[in-house]
């Protein structure tokens, strides 16, 4: 199982970023998949989480309404779409494969950096 | 949303002494279906967190048998029977019943 995020990088605050997510080594379209972030320094927060089919769809509130999760199954691809972003989104995002309400497997993450 | 509280934030070790983590819930974690989503992680300096422990006291493949977990309803235990240098990181607990899925802040295990 791999999982390889990317589309990191400094955005300035009011501004967008998307990130992916490319998995192998599993069968994609069965699972939940997720976004978890780490802010420097600080502790875990689970962002969104997203049903096989992408149907059903799941954010922590601090997101909601400015953050989007989408998959492409034929691509094996998780997306997280982040608009209207703040200092406070600054982390390192990880892309992680749902396991009946948990996560076995991360990402090595990608940093996103939000300042003027 | 479920606030999970950690004790020790920082726990200092002497190596092949035994340590413990606490972990409690501010609502009880079983679920609907019996099971009890209570999760422990390690997360070594500059690495992806790794689970150890699921559904309470599942022990993953690979985890050294040191490693133990234990509790129910809001009150979980992480112990290591005798800690050794590789055990050093920062454990997190996580609770997977209620969404938010969320974490405790995390206690940072070193070595004395």
């Known amino acids: 199982v791999q999982l390889v995020e990317s589309g990191g990088g400094l955005v300035q605050p009011g501004g967008s970023l998307r990130l992916s997510c490319v998995a192998s080594?599993?069968?994609?379209?069965?699972?939940?998949m997720g976004w978890v972030r780490q802010a420097p320094g600080k502790g875990l927060e689970c962002v969104a989480n997203?049903?096989?089919?992408?149907?059903?769809?799941y954010f922590v509130d601090s997101v909601r309404g400015r953050f989007t999760v989408s998959r492409d199954n034929a691509k094996n691809s998780l997306y997280l779409q982040m608009d209207s972003l703040r200092a406070d989104d600054t982390a390192l995002y990880y892309c992680?494969?749902?396991?009946?309400?948990?996560?076995?497997?991360w990402g090595p993450g990608v940093l996103v950096t939000v300042s003027s | 949303d479920v606030v999970m509280t950690q004790s020790p934030l920082s726990l200092p070790v002497t190596l092949g002494q035994p340590a413990s983590i606490s972990c409690r819930s501010s609502q009880s974690l079983a679920y609907s279906n019996g099971n009890t989503y209570l999760i422990w992680f390690q997360q070594r300096p500059g690495q992806s967190p790794r689970r150890l422990i699921y559904?309470?006291?599942n022990r993953d493949s690979g985890v050294p048998d040191r490693f133990s977990g234990s509790g129910s309803g809001t009150e979980f235990t992480l112990q290591i029977s005798r800690v050794e240098a590789d055990d050093v990181g920062v454990y997190y607990c996580?609770?997977?019943?209620?969404?938010?899925?969320?974490f405790g802040q995390g206690t940072e295990v070193e070595i004395k």
């Open positions: 997203i049903n096989p089919d992408g149907s059903q769809k």
């Open positions: 992680v494969r749902n396991d009946d309400h948990d996560f076995v497997y």
């Open positions: 080594g599993f069968s994609f379209n069965v699972y939940w």
């Open positions: 996580m609770q997977g019943t209620h969404w938010p899925w969320t």
């Open positions: 559904k309470v006291s």
